[in-house]
Nanobody, 118 residues
């Protein structure tokens, strides 16, 4: 079992920045990759950025150059630095952990709201 707790969401004006954090606890030795998804009202949940245990990263096209995912393995925490935010970035952001080293399960955090005003 892995528990994920997100923090750092909020309301920001367009062009502003936010940093999201996701702290993992429990069977963290099982985690092979972590990522941030987002879901806007009426839309599908979509992977925004991901990072593997080997520090390979992935970014969805619309956030490239604006968002940066990083990981502090000692703290079992993943961060998403979001710069140059746009109103279309408004969504609930959810942290995800893949525990490939132990099973085929995924774990989710509770989500944190990001609202970007124009």
């Amino acid at each position: 079992q892995v528990q994920l707790v997100e923090s750092g969401g909020g309301l920001v004006q367009a062009g502003g920045s936010l940093r999201l954090s996701c702290a993992a606890s429990g069977d963290t030795h099982c985690i092979s990759a972590m990522g941030w998804y987002r879901q806007a009202p009426g839309k599908e949940r979509k992977l925004v950025a991901g990072i593997t245990d080997g520090d390979s990263t992935y970014y969805e096209e619309s956030v490239k150059g604006r968002f940066t995912i990083s990981r502090d393995k000692a703290l079992n925490t993943v961060y998403l630095q979001m710069n140059s935010l746009k109103p279309e970035d408004t969504a609930v952001y959810l942290c995800n952990a893949v525990v490939q080293y132990c099973s085929s399960d995924h774990y989710w955090g509770q989500g944190t709201q990001v609202t970007v005003s124009s």
